[in-house]
Every structure is written in structure tokens, then in C-alpha cells.
């Protein structure tokens, strides 16, 4: 069950339809391709520091991420989000965690990423820099006089 606004979820819904015609399976890449075991094991022997940093992250970047889209968002920024590789490796696949257990689910999946994924938490930073930017940026009138 969705609970935020239509448009995120046909927003979603779309990014994975494109994923299929691109011939990518979003469900193989890592750490999805080894199943829920390996999910499991990760977490369970995950040091708690470590583990804290990552859930910390995620829902820091999921956060901010949200935030964007809802009040922030204009044709350049997308373009800007979309230009990363992370837009792919994590938006795509989760980066937008809703309130509740969809929400839970979402974090849950990049905190597995984060642990597991060579490069992955550094390229996350990364994101959360540039999306930190985006947030800080002046904001521009929309047409009908509007702050965005």
C-alpha cells in the first residue's frame, strides 16, 4: 500500500518499467542477487557501529532525497540527481522511503548496500553532499510568483 503522493509512485513505477526495457533486473543487482540469506548474515554480522552509520545514512540521504522531490525539485536539479550513478544504483531501487513499512523496507535494502556494496557508502556520502548543495541552493519564483 502506497501513502505518499500518486506522482513519486508513478515516478517509481516508471524508473522500473525503464529499468526492464534496458534489460536490467533490478532484483539482481547486488545485494539482491545472492537472496534474503545473504541479506540476513550481513546484518547479523555487521559491526553495531557500523550498522548505526549505515542506518543512520540511509535514512539521512532517503530523507533529504524526499525532501528534494516534494518542495525543491525543478527540471535542472532532477537532471542533476538523474546525471549520477547513484540515481541508478540506489534511487531506482529504494531511495525513496515513505513513511511506514514500505519506508522501513526501503532503508532496510540501502543499509544492506551500504554494508555490502564495495564503494557503495562512499558513493552514497557523495550523493548526500551534492543533495546537501541542492538544498542549500537559493530557491528561484515560479511563475506565478511562487517560491520553490
Keep these: 500500500m502506497w501513502t505518499g503522493p500518486p506522482e513519486q509512485l508513478d515516478r517509481i513505477t516508471a524508473a522500473h518499467l525503464a529499468a526492464d526495457e ?6 539482481a543487482l547486488p545485494p539482491l542477487a545472492h537472496g534474503l540469506l ?13 550498522l548505526c552509520e549505515a542506518v543512520r545514512a540511509c535514512t539521512k540521504a532517503s530523507s533529504t532525497l524526499i525532501k528534494l522531490l516534494l518542495e525543491r525539485a525543478d527540471p535542472g536539479m ?11 544504483q540506489w534511487v531506482r531501487v529504494g ?5 511506514g513499512r514500505l519506508g522501513e523496507a526501503a532503508i532496510t535494502l540501502s ?16 550523493y548526500q553532499d551534492r543533495m546537501d548543495r541542492l538544498m542549500a541552493a537559493p530557491t528561484t519564483p515560479a511563475p506565478d510568483n511562487r517560491v520553490r
Excluded at 78 to 88: G, K, N, Q, R
Excluded at 95 to 99: F, K, L, R, V, W
Design 22 to 27: 534496458n534489460g536490467t533486473d533490478l532484483r
Design 38 to 50: 545473504e541479506l540476513v548474515r550481513a546484518l547479523d554480522q555487521a559491526d553495531a557501529h557500523l
Design 78 to 88: 532532477l537532471t542533476e540527481l538523474m546525471d549520477d550513478v547513484m540515481w541508478d
Design 95 to 99: 531511495g525513496i522511503a515513505p513513511a
Design 111 to 126: 543499509t544492506v548496500q551500504y554494508l555490502l556494496v564495495p564503494g557503495w557508502a562512499e558513493d552514497l556520502h557523495r
